[in-house]
């Protein structure tokens, strides 16, 4: 990833809170009193009118309790009215950097010429973070993602938290991780950050410049394993990851859509993740035998607005 210019100058309105926000930030995970919180989270609202019906169907007839838009998407203004008209629910930003589907792609926010390191020759985001991270310049990495979190603020919502499609910023140098969380705590939103990923800024250096009490530390993140589900199915696969929930945090990654021709034709020629799967996804999470599970477990359903379900 290129560097115009010096990472000191991007976030100089950050205070320093080493300290006291670090010890705070640690132990986050005990406010929960040794309870196993799960956040259950649809990625990708926006991506489809597939998507975003099903979506809203999960949150509002099953246990998914959290939702993210993909704002470069062509459906993301359907997907605000959705919002606009379910707003008790918890929906936050998927800060996209990436355009992965064959059949379906998309540019950024903003205009071309001011993120032009984030495009490929034909004018859309690459199709994988590795050739994002290659290409791309941290200034127009900011750029989009204050055009994305804005794209939001003008229509008068306020996302729950901040998080990444493909974890592509998660990926990147400390100096991306902490850009986007100091964007995060610019906007006053929540920036959702795994301890794995934690790991790459633990130090004074990176800390520093960080309120690291307004993070929102995941102790648990769970995402379907495609070798996992080669050999036991969806279901069986997602009943195993029920039972892996822990004390404090956790998150359980899904992506809801109906499998119907307009979702089929975006992910033709994809194995995973592509339309059938996503559809199991919603009906797993709508069935009455995982919310019976889910209660047998002693699993408490809450959102990133601190709801409890």
Same mark, same amino acid.
């Given at each position: 990833m290129s560097k115009r210019t010096s990472f000191q100058n991007v976030i100089p309105f950050i205070r320093i809170v080493f300290a006291a926000g670090l010890l705070q930030f640690i132990s986050c995970s005990s406010n929960f009193g040794g309870e196993k919180n799960l956040i259950i989270h649809s990625d990708d609202f926006g991506l489809s009118r597939s998507h975003n019906l099903a979506t809203i169907n999960a949150m509002r007839?099953?246990?998914v309790t959290s939702a993210s838009l993909m704002v470069p998407c062509s459906w993301r203004d359907d997907a605000l009215n959705l919002w606009k008209e379910n707003d008790d629910l918890d929906f936050g930003i998927h800060l996209t950097f990436t355009s992965e589907w064959t059949n379906y792609r998309w540019g950024g926010v903003s205009p071309d010429s001011l993120i032009s390191s984030l495009l490929d020759k034909d004018g859309f985001m690459y199709p994988t973070c590795g050739e994002f991270l290659e290409n791309a310049d941290i200034d127009e990495i900011e750029i989009e993602i204050r055009a994305q979190i804005e794209y939001v603020l003008e229509k008068g919502l306020r996302p729950s938290h901040l998080d990444a499609h493909m974890s592509c910023l998660y990926r990147g140098s400390p100096e991306l991780i902490?850009?986007?969380?100091?964007?995060?705590?610019?906007?006053? /939103?929540?920036? %959702?950050?795994?301890?794995?990923?934690?790991?790459? /800024?633990?130090?004074k250096k990176y800390l520093s410049g960080l309120n690291i009490s307004k993070i929102g530390l995941v102790d648990n993140l769970l995402i379907?394993?495609?070798?996992?589900?080669?050999?036991?199915? %969806?279901?069986?696969?997602?009943?195993?990851y029920l039972q892996k929930v822990k004390p404090g945090l956790n998150v359980l990654l899904i992506h809801t859509a109906y499998d119907n021709e307009e979702m089929k034709a975006m992910t033709e020629g994809f194995e995973y993740w592509a339309s059938r799967w996503r559809e199991e996804d919603l009906k797993y999470f709508t069935q009455e035998s995982t919310k019976q599970k889910i209660n047998d477990l002693n699993i408490k359903l809450v959102d990133w607005n601190g709801i409890v379900y």
């Open positions: 007839e099953g246990v902490v850009l986007y969380l100091s964007l995060a705590e610019e906007y006053g /939103i929540t920036g %959702m950050l795994t301890k794995q990923y934690f790991k790459k /800024i633990d130090s379907a394993d495609e070798n996992l589900y080669d050999k036991v199915g %969806m279901y069986e696969m997602y009943d195993k």
